[in-house]
C-alpha cells in the first residue's frame, strides 16, 4: 500500500500521470483511493521528492500522511 | 446547486489553457477558464526555455518577459568534454510567471471568465447537451471543453482517453533557481550521463544576472524514490557551491507519443494534457501555446447557431499533426535511441566536435563520425527512424 508524506509532496502531480488505475486524486491535497490502488508503486519509484512510499500490509491513508 | 453555463470551458489555467481561452473568446464564444490554483503561473516547474519561433503566430514576445537572450548553447558529455555551439535560433529565457499572468489578463480583456480556485474534480457527457464539469462545490455546463490541466492528465480518463504514461515515457524532474558567480551569461548548458541524471539530463539556463534555472529530469525507468531531488543537489553542491538556491519544486515531463486521437465528441485535449513536448529537448511551452491557439480558435468556430458542431473539431488534430506533430514524433523517435546511448558514445560525439570546428558542422556530421566506430548502433537508429 502507498502513503503519501505531506510535508515533502510539492503536488506537481507526476504520480497522478503515472498510475494506471486513476487511484490518486490531487485536489487540495494529494488522496490515494485504497479501494482502485493496486500497490504497483509506479507512483512511488517517480516521485521525485520521494513523498510516496510503499508500506507493507497497511491501508493507504495510515501511518503518516 | 444550480449550474453556470459557458459555451467553451477550458480546464487548466497554464500557457495552453490561457491561450486557448483567448482565441475561444476573441472567436466570439461565452468562455470560461478554470484553475486548481489562486492565481496563474505559479510554481514554475519549468526551465522557462523557449525560441523565438515558439511565439510565432500565437502571442507577441513582450520584453518585460526576457530574464536572459540565449547565445549559447553548450553540451557537457558524461566525462566532461565540452561543447559550445553558438544559438543559430533567436532563443530566450523568460519569466513564465510574469507571462502567464499577462497572458490571463489578455484572456480576460477578451471576455474569457477566469475562476480560480476550482479543482475540477470531473468531467462526464451530459448526453448529446454538452458535458457537466464538477468541482467540490460548484457546476459548469459547457458545449466544448478543452482540457488542458497538465501532465496528470486525469480527467481525460474519465471520458475514456489512456493518458497513464508509461515509465518510458516521463521524465521525472526537480527545478530550482540558483544565484552563483559561476553562472555563465546568455548560456544554456546540458550535462549528460548515467552518474548525473539515468536516461535524462541536467539543465542550466542563465535567468539574467547571476542567477540560472538549474534542472534534472530522469527517465521513469531508470527513477528511485526522490532520486531526482537527490541528484539535484548534489549536481548544485558540486558545480556551484555555496550558491543561494530557492523555488526548489519538481514535476513530470511526458516524453512520449502526442495522445491520438485529440478530440473525443466535444472535448478536445491540449498541452501536457496530450503529451505534447519536444521528446528531445523537454521544450513544451511553444507546443502548448501553439495547441491551444488552435484548440481555441477551432472550438469557436465548431459552433453553428450556438450548439458546438463537435464533427467540425477534427480539424484540430490536422493542424496539429501537420506542424508539431510531426516535429514531436520524429524527436520521439530520437529519444527512444538516445535512450540506449551509452555513455562511452556521447563522449565519443563530443570528443569529434571538438576536434572539428562545431560552428562549421552540423550536428548530424558529428554524429556520423561517431556512429562510424558503432555500426550495429547506426543500424539501430535507422531502423527506429524509418
Same mark, same amino acid.
Given at each position: 500500500?502507498?502513503?503519501?508524506?505531506?510535508?515533502?509532496?510539492?503536488?506537481?502531480?507526476?504520480?497522478?500521470?503515472?498510475?494506471?488505475?486513476?487511484?490518486?486524486?490531487?485536489?487540495?491535497?494529494?488522496?490515494?483511493?485504497?479501494?482502485?490502488?493496486?500497490?504497483?508503486?509506479?507512483?512511488?519509484?517517480?516521485?521525485?521528492?520521494?513523498?510516496?512510499?510503499?508500506?507493507?500490509?497497511?491501508?493507504?491513508?495510515?501511518?503518516?500522511? | 446547486?444550480?449550474?453556470?453555463?459557458?459555451?467553451?470551458?477550458?480546464?487548466?489555467?497554464?500557457?495552453?489553457?490561457?491561450?486557448?481561452?483567448?482565441?475561444?473568446?476573441?472567436?466570439?464564444?461565452?468562455?470560461?477558464?478554470?484553475?486548481?490554483?489562486?492565481?496563474?503561473?505559479?510554481?514554475?516547474?519549468?526551465?522557462?526555455?523557449?525560441?523565438?519561433?515558439?511565439?510565432?503566430?500565437?502571442?507577441?514576445?513582450?520584453?518585460?518577459?526576457?530574464?536572459?537572450?540565449?547565445?549559447?548553447?553548450?553540451?557537457?558529455?558524461?566525462?566532461?568534454?565540452?561543447?559550445?555551439?553558438?544559438?543559430?535560433?533567436?532563443?530566450?529565457?523568460?519569466?513564465?510567471?510574469?507571462?502567464?499572468?499577462?497572458?490571463?489578463?489578455?484572456?480576460?480583456?477578451?471576455?474569457?471568465?477566469?475562476?480560480?480556485?476550482? &479543482?475540477?474534480?470531473?468531467?462526464?457527457?451530459?448526453?448529446?447537451?454538452?458535458?457537466?464539469?464538477?468541482?467540490?462545490?460548484?457546476?459548469?455546463?459547457?458545449?466544448?471543453?478543452?482540457?488542458?490541466?497538465?501532465?496528470?492528465?486525469?480527467?481525460?480518463?474519465?471520458?475514456?482517453?489512456?493518458?497513464?504514461?508509461?515509465?518510458?515515457?516521463?521524465?521525472?524532474?526537480?527545478?530550482?533557481?540558483?544565484?552563483?558567480?559561476?553562472?555563465?551569461?546568455?548560456?544554456?548548458?546540458?550535462?549528460?550521463?548515467?552518474?548525473?541524471?539515468?536516461?535524462?539530463?541536467?539543465?542550466?539556463?542563465?535567468?539574467?544576472?547571476?542567477?540560472?534555472?538549474?534542472?534534472?529530469?530522469?527517465?521513469?525507468? &531508470?527513477?528511485?524514490?526522490?532520486?531526482?531531488?537527490?541528484?539535484?543537489?548534489?549536481?548544485?553542491?558540486?558545480?556551484?557551491?555555496?550558491?543561494?538556491?530557492?523555488?526548489?519544486?519538481?514535476?513530470?515531463?511526458?516524453?512520449?507519443?502526442?495522445?491520438?486521437?485529440?478530440?473525443?465528441?466535444?472535448?478536445?485535449?491540449?498541452?501536457?494534457?496530450?503529451?505534447?513536448?519536444?521528446?528531445?529537448?523537454?521544450?513544451?511551452?511553444?507546443?502548448?501555446?501553439?495547441?491551444?491557439?488552435?484548440?481555441?480558435?477551432?472550438?469557436?468556430?465548431?459552433?453553428?447557431?450556438?450548439?458546438?458542431?463537435?464533427?467540425?473539431?477534427?480539424?484540430?488534430?490536422?493542424?496539429?499533426?501537420?506542424?508539431?506533430?510531426?516535429?514531436?514524433?520524429?524527436?520521439?523517435?530520437?529519444?527512444?535511441?538516445?535512450?540506449?546511448?551509452?555513455?562511452?558514445?556521447?563522449?565519443?560525439?563530443?570528443?569529434?566536435?571538438?576536434?572539428?570546428?562545431?560552428?562549421?558542422?552540423?550536428?548530424?556530421?558529428?554524429?556520423?563520425?561517431?556512429?562510424?566506430?558503432?555500426?550495429?548502433?547506426?543500424?539501430?537508429?535507422?531502423?527506429?527512424?524509418?
Amino acid at each position: 500500500m502507498i502513503v503519501v508524506d505531506k510535508q515533502s509532496c510539492d503536488q506537481c502531480a507526476t504520480c497522478v500521470a503515472v498510475c494506471p488505475v486513476d487511484a490518486i486524486l490531487l485536489d487540495e491535497r494529494l488522496t490515494i483511493d485504497s479501494g482502485k490502488c493496486i500497490g504497483c508503486g509506479r507512483c512511488a519509484r517517480v516521485c521525485p521528492f520521494g513523498a510516496l512510499s510503499e508500506v507493507c500490509g497497511q491501508p493507504a491513508g495510515a501511518g503518516k500522511e | 446547486m444550480a449550474a453556470r453555463q459557458f459555451d467553451i470551458a477550458v480546464i487548466g489555467g497554464g500557457p495552453c489553457g490561457i491561450v486557448a481561452a483567448t482565441y475561444a473568446a476573441g472567436g466570439g464564444r461565452k468562455v470560461c477558464l478554470i484553475d486548481r490554483k489562486p492565481s496563474p503561473g505559479h510554481p514554475v516547474r519549468c526551465g522557462e526555455a523557449i525560441g523565438l519561433k515558439g511565439f510565432a503566430s500565437t502571442v507577441e514576445l513582450k520584453p518585460e518577459w526576457i530574464q536572459s537572450k540565449i547565445s549559447y548553447m553548450k553540451l557537457v558529455s558524461p566525462s566532461g568534454i565540452t561543447v559550445t555551439v553558438p544559438n543559430s535560433y533567436e532563443g530566450y529565457v523568460v519569466d513564465r510567471e510574469r507571462m502567464e499572468k499577462d497572458l490571463t489578463t489578455d484572456a480576460v480583456a477578451r471576455g474569457a471568465e477566469f475562476i480560480a480556485d476550482t &479543482s475540477i474534480v470531473s468531467v462526464s457527457s451530459r448526453n448529446g447537451d454538452g458535458y457537466e464539469c464538477r468541482s467540490r462545490d460548484s457546476v459548469i455546463h459547457a458545449q466544448c471543453v478543452i482540457l488542458a490541466e497538465g501532465v496528470e492528465s486525469r480527467l481525460a480518463r474519465n471520458l475514456g482517453w489512456s493518458t497513464s504514461l508509461s515509465l518510458r515515457d516521463i521524465h521525472s524532474c526537480a527545478f530550482a533557481r540558483i544565484a552563483h558567480d559561476g553562472v555563465e551569461p546568455g548560456t544554456c548548458v546540458f550535462y549528460l550521463g548515467v552518474k548525473r541524471a539515468p536516461g535524462g539530463y541536467v539543465w542550466v539556463f542563465h535567468r539574467g544576472g547571476n542567477t540560472a534555472n538549474v534542472g534534472l529530469g530522469v527517465l521513469g525507468e &531508470s527513477c528511485q524514490k526522490g532520486m531526482p531531488r537527490t541528484l539535484l543537489e548534489d549536481f548544485i553542491r558540486e558545480k556551484f557551491p555555496g550558491a543561494r538556491v530557492s523555488d526548489l519544486h519538481c514535476g513530470g515531463v511526458p516524453m512520449g507519443r502526442w495522445i491520438r486521437p485529440l478530440v473525443r465528441g466535444g472535448v478536445m485535449l491540449a498541452g501536457d494534457a496530450a503529451h505534447m513536448m519536444n521528446c528531445v529537448s523537454g521544450a513544451g511551452i511553444a507546443y502548448a501555446l501553439y495547441s491551444g491557439k488552435i484548440a481555441g480558435t477551432v472550438a469557436a468556430q465548431s459552433f453553428v447557431n450556438g450548439k458546438c458542431r463537435p464533427e467540425m473539431l477534427g480539424s484540430y488534430q490536422d493542424q496539429w499533426a501537420s506542424f508539431y506533430g510531426k516535429q514531436q514524433d520524429r524527436s520521439h523517435a530520437i529519444k527512444e535511441v538516445m535512450v540506449g546511448f551509452p555513455d562511452v558514445f556521447l563522449d565519443d560525439v563530443a570528443r569529434s566536435a571538438t576536434k572539428n570546428c562545431a560552428r562549421k558542422m552540423s550536428i548530424l556530421s558529428i554524429f556520423v563520425k561517431a556512429f562510424y566506430k558503432r555500426p550495429l548502433l547506426l543500424l539501430k537508429v535507422v531502423r527506429l527512424l524509418r
